[in-house]
C-alpha cells in the first residue's frame, strides 16, 4: 500500500509542470472584490471568448474556490466568489507548462461537445499576456481564460505545480478537484457525469 501511493505520488509530480516562468505583459493579481483592475489587452487580437456574467452569490456553507476574481483576455471579469450558473471546470493553466499544452486542446475539444451543459473557463497563471495570447491561437483554444499573471489562486490554493482543473457544480461549490492533466476528451466525460452529473 505504501508502495503504491509513493508511486502515485511520484508520478503526479513527473507529471506536472512547476518551473517558475518568467512574467511580461500587464498582470493582473487577483482581489477579493468584484472590481478587478483593468486588464491592459491593447495591441492584442485575442481569440479568447469573454468571461459569462454570473448573477448569483456562490452557494453558501459550501466548500469553493477562494474568492478572487480576475480579468479576462477577452473581456469580462471571472468573480470566483459568484456562482457560475452552470456546471463549470475551471483549469489553471500557463503556457508555460508543458503538459498543460498538451491537455488544453482536449479542454477546448470538451468544451465544444459540452456546448452550454457544462463550461470550461482558463486561469491563466504565473504567465505573461503575449505568451498565454499566441499559445492559445497556435492551440485554437477560444474558452475564456481569466488572466492571473502573479499567480494568486496559485498561491491561495497553496500549488506550485500545474495543471490543475477544479469541478463546480452551478452553485460554485467545489465538487472535485483533478491533479496533473487529463489524456482524452472521454475521460473529461466521464468525470463530468461522475462529479456534475452530465452526461454528454
Known sequence: MRRSLLGLMALVLLSACTAEPTNSGTANSGTTNSEAPSLDVEGYDTVLEPCPEQPEQAAAGAQTLPPLSFDCVGGGVLDLARAPGVPT?????????PPCRAELPLLQEFADVAGDRV???GVISKDGVPQADSFADDAEVT??????????????????????TYFLDADGALVHTEVGDVASVDELRALAAEHLGVQL
Open 89 to 97: 471546470l475551471v483549469n489553471l493553466w500557463g503556457s508555460w507548462c
Open 119 to 121: 463550461r470550461v473557463v
Open 143 to 164: 474558452f475564456p481564460g481569466a488572466f492571473d499573471g502573479e499567480g494568486a489562486l496559485m498561491a491561495e490554493l497553496g500549488i506550485n505545480a500545474l495543471p490543475f
